[in-house]
């Protein structure tokens, strides 16, 4: 381990331009969705307050029903509401 070190460190040294170490690859960054989209996914998800967040770059639906606070977050409007829709069924009926 320690002579991987030293490698990486003597390719700085000799190369300072290039990286000894790789590049994580980048994820693509979704668009951000249009109010009609937003407002589609909503209505969708009647009993969830949907919301997208700018920040993690994801919708996140927080549940208006069950008596513990329920957040779900997803990238994908579609499987968002799909676990949505699997929250909503698996929430015992009082």
């Known amino acids: 381990m320690i002579r991987r070190l030293l490698a990486c460190l003597g390719i700085l040294i000799v190369r300072p331009d290039r ?39 994801e919708y996140a639906a927080i549940a208006k029903f069950g008596p513990e606070p329920t957040i779900i977050y997803n990238r994908n409007p579609r499987h968002l509401v799909f676990q949505c829709r699997a929250a909503e069924l698996a929430t015992p009926i009082p």
């Open 19 to 57: 990286s000894a170490w790789p590049s994580p690859p980048r994820r693509r960054e979704p668009p951000d969705p249009s109010p009609a989209q937003l407002a589609e996914v909503q209505d969708l998800c009647s009993q969830w307050l949907v919301m997208w967040c700018w920040y993690r770059r």
